[in-house]
Every structure is written in structure tokens, then in C-alpha cells.
């Protein structure tokens, strides 16, 4: 079991000397904390990319390295490195610099990293836990602003009432199979030897508790307050970050343990994808804030990649579907990112700078982050030849094989509505005047240089990863 989620305890062993080594370091000092948890992550990282190759299962059965693990934690690994350099600058000039910061950044990053790699239910329950407690404190982290505590509270308050449903939900799982493996519970289904009536139950709570997790509705109240209210750096890193293991862990709980009750649980999924895709892009029209309409835009995204479950659900699709999936993920976890990121640059003390009017006229002050910045909006939206247009091709590709066209159209349709929210922003910043203040720094200039370039070539030139993400769904039946 150890050599399996080796990456993972290199992250929560380095946390913890990091955390006593952090007493010992100089407030006026903190970079050398950011600076010493990014050589863990990259430890981790090199240890992952070696795990890649092979399929490595613990004694128990409890956790597997494998290639759908080892893309996903190559995606959260690099994603935390961004996130250090996000908020090396931005936790300083808003006057929370702490070396505990980076500290539960590696905790969280290890709990994604056990989220992937889970095959038993008691295993996505912990591996949650890992990850949402250091989400928890982290979102109020700006203590004592009064929107990062009540950011905090809520998000601990729902997290905690999601993780009911969710133990509960393995419990019935458990009462209904005498298992908790994944594969256990499928050999028990298939031979029709399951309590059903206990069986699905349980099957709708875990749905529940990680539909939360990765902000599906009606599951997404928590995710405007807590998107605007928490620290710029912390709502980046868990935006992508946290619904990417969501979805990893949904992706193995439902087309690994509960397949032969896929025409159960995926008409359910279908609907709450499209209410979900339907209710994030039209709420986010209303927003004036532009951290409020990023998180209305991931509940949308949340939809998009609950379309995936049912399509894999289907005989024959899976695999191009679980492709479709993997790859969607990256594409969104590098737009989306890199949007944040200049969300960070223009963003000042007391929550300034972060209304749409702010992003007027920022092309005649910085022209190239106003071309980043409509290259991530764009990239969202679906448009060639961004990355975001492939990971949406091969989205509905899969969709359509599966014979849902009704629930393809309601994406292409919210994909278009999301285009006037997107947009909108891009036309304040190259047609409105307006001479936005912006914060310069090496760091954070760096992120999102490096995510617009690769928002556009993977776009043009997705082989590479799309072939790893063909690797990578291989590993899931």
C-alpha cells in the first residue's frame, strides 16, 4: 500500500517537517516556505511519473496506481505548483502571509491525490476528508474579513452535512453487498445478490456527497458565496483541484463498482447534468463580480462533465467516453486557471478590482494579458482553436454515441449561452476605456503566460494528450 500512494505521503510527510520547519523561519522570510513546498510537490511528481507505466495495487486492494491515477495526479501536482506561484504575491499583498498556507496546500493535494487512486468506499471517504478540512481553513484564510470567515463557515458547515451522506451512503452500500471494494460490490450486483432496494439508497447518498464536492445542482449553493468570499489563490487552486477529484471519484465509484446499475442512476445523472449545465450559465449572466461568474461558470462546467457519466455508462462508448472525460479535465483545469490568475493581477486589497467595469480598457494598458485573458474566456466557451473546443468535441462525440442527443443539444445550447457572459467581459476589456490597476509580479505573470500557451497548443495540437488520455482510460473497465 505504501509504495502505491507514494507520491501522496511524500506530500503529507513534507507537510509536516515543512510545518516545523516554518517556526523557524522569519516572517520577512516566508518565500524560502513557498519556495521548499514546491520542491515537494516536484518530488512528488517525479515520483508519480514513474508510477505511470504500471499498475501497482496495495496487499488490501484499498488504493491502485495506475494510468487513469497517474494522469489525473500529474494534472493536481502541476495545478499545485501554480497555485504556489499564484499566491506567492497575492497572500503577501493582502496581508496574510503565512507559512501554513503552503502547508495545507500539500495536505489538500495529497487528499486529491488518494481520491484518485481509491477503490474502496471507506478510502473516497478519508481521501475526502484529506482534501476538504485543509479547503476548509484555507478558505478563511483572510481571517478577520468578515466574507473569508463566512466563506469558511459555510463551505465547513455543507462540506460536513455532504460527508453525512456520503458515510451513510457507503453504510447502505455496505448493508446491501457485505463489501466496500469496488469490485467487490460489482461481482455482488451481477450476481444478483445485492439488497436492491438498500443498494440503491446507498447509491444516491454517495451521489449526494460527492455531487457536492464537484458543485452539481442542486448541490451547488455553497459555491458563489464561498468562490468570492475566500482568498483569490485558495478559490483557483480549489476550482480545479477539487472538482477534478471529484470527478475522479465519481468516475471510479459509478462505472467501476455500480455499472450493472447504470440504467438506474443514469437517467438521474443525465437530468442533473443538464439542470446543472442550464442553471450555471444563466445564473452567471447576473453576476457583476467576476469571481461570482467564474463560479457560476464551474457549476456549468460541473454539467459538462456529468454528461460523461451516462455516455460511459453505455457498452462501447466507455472507453472513448472516459477519454472525453480525462482530457476535459485538463483542458478546463488549464483555462481556468490561467483565468484566475489575471482575476489575481487586477485584483487589490478590500476585494477591489474585481467587478466587470475594473477590466475596462485593460487591452491599452496590458495588451497581452487582455489577450490572455479572452484566450482563457474563449477557451471556456468552447471556440477553436482553444483547448477547451476539443475537450468539448470529445465531450459530445461521446454523448451522441451514446444516443443522447437531447442532452448534447441542452450543451451546445448552454455552450452558446455562456458565450455572452464570457464575451462580455473580453468586449469591457477591448472596446470600454478604462485604465485598470494592475500588480505586477514575475510569479504570477509566469502562470499565466505559461497556461495561455498551453490553452492554444493544445487546442491545435491535442495528439499528445489526447494519447495519454486514451492510456489512462484504459485502466477503468
Known amino acids: 500500500m505504501l509504495s502505491a500512494m507514494l507520491p501522496a505521503l511524500i506530500l503529507i510527510v513534507w507537510a509536516c517537517a515543512l510545518l516545523l520547519i516554518d517556526l523557524f523561519i522569519p516572517r520577512k522570510w516566508e518565500a524560502i516556505t513557498a519556495q521548499l513546498a514546491a520542491v515537494g510537490i516536484v518530488a512528488a511528481l517525479l515520483v508519480g511519473l514513474l508510477q505511470t507505466s504500471a499498475q501497482v495495487i496495495s496487499p488490501d486492494g484499498m ?21 504556489i506561484a499564484q499566491a506567492f504575491d497575492y497572500i ?13 496546500l500539500l ?47 459555510k463551505y465547513f458547515l455543507l462540506g460536513a452535512f455532504s460527508s453525512g451522506f ?7 452500500v455496505y448493508g446491501a453487498t457485505a463489501s466496500v471494494g469496488f469490485e467487490g460490490i460489482a461481482q455482488v450486483v451481477r450476481a444478483q ?27 451547488h449553493m455553497w459555491t458563489p458565496d464561498v468562490y468570492e468570499g475566500a482568498p483569490s489563490s485558495v478559490t483557483a487552486f480549489m476550482s480545479v483541484g477539487a472538482k477534478v477529484a471529484g470527478f475522479a471519484a465519481l468516475l471510479r465509484v459509478f462505472i467501476t463498482a455500480f455499472p450493472d446499475l447504470a440504467g438506474t442512476w443514469g437517467l438521474l445523472v443525465a437530468v442533473i447534468a443538464a439542470a446543472t449545465m442550464i442553471w450555471g450559465n444563466i445564473a452567471a449572466i447576473a453576476q457583476n463580480n467576476i469571481k461570482r461568474m467564474l463560479a ?56 477591489h478590482g474585481l467587478k466587470l467595469d475594473d477590466y475596462n480598457g485593460l487591452f491599452s494598458r496590458s495588451p497581452w494579458l487582455a489577450v490572455a485573458m479572452a484566450v482563457f474566456l474563449l477557451s471556456l466557451t468552447g471556440v477553436p482553436p482553444t483547448v477547451g473546443f476539443s475537450g468539448k468535441f470529445f465531450i459530445f462525440k461521446a454523448v451522441l454515441d451514446a444516443d443522447l442527443l437531447w442532452l448534447a443539444l441542452i450543451g451546445i445550447a448552454t455552450s452558446l449561452v ?26 504570477l505573470q509566469a502562470t499565466v ?29
Open 107 to 153: 495536505f489538500t493535494l495529497a487528499g486529491m491525490l488518494i481520491m484518485s487512486q481509491a477503490t474502496n468506499l471507506v478510502m473516497i471517504f478519508l481521501a475526502l476528508e484529506v482534501l476538504s478540512i485543509p479547503l476548509y481553513v484555507l478558505s478563511g484564510f483572510a481571517r478577520p474579513k468578515p466574507a473569508s470567515e463566512e466563506s469558511a463557515l
Open 449 to 477: 503566460w505559461i497556461t495561455a500557451l498551453a490553452t492554444l497548443l493544445l487546442g491545435i495540437f491535442p495528439g499528445t494528450v489526447l494519447a495519454l488520455a486514451e492510456k489512462a482510460s484504459m485502466w477503468l473497465p
Open 296 to 351: 457560476y461558470s464551474s457549476i456549468a462546467h460541473a454539467g459538462y462533465m456529468l454528461m460523461i457519466l451516462p455516455a460511459a455508462a453505455k457498452a462501447g462508448v466507455t472507453a472513448s467516453a472516459i477519454t472525453g472525460a480525462v482530457f476535459y479535465l485538463m483542458a478546463y483545469g488549464v483555462a481556468n486557471l490561467g483565468a484566475w490568475g489575471v482575476v489575481i493581477t487586477l485584483e487589490k486589497k478590500e476585494a
Open 166 to 172: 456520503l458515510a451513510f451512503g457507503i453504510a447502505l
Open 92 to 104: 503577501r499583498r493582502t496581508g496574510i502571509e503565512r507559512g501554513e498556507y503552503y502547508v495545507l
Open 63 to 83: 488504493i491502485v496506481a495506475d494510468g487513469f491515477a497517474g494522469f489525473l495526479q500529474v494534472l493536481f501536482l502541476l495545478s499545485g505548483l501554480i497555485a
Open 193 to 219: 445478490e445485492a439488497e436492491m432496494a438498500l443498494l440503491l439508497s446507498g447509491a444516491g447518498m454517495i451521489l449526494v456527497g460527492l455531487g457536492f464536492k464537484v458543485a452539481a445542482v442542486p448541490f
Open 418 to 443: 455562456s458565450a455572452f457572459y464570457y464575451l462580455r467581459v473580453v468586449v469591457n476589456m477591448f472596446m470600454k476605456p478604462g485604465e485598470p490597476e494592475l500588480r505586477r509580479n514575475v510569479w
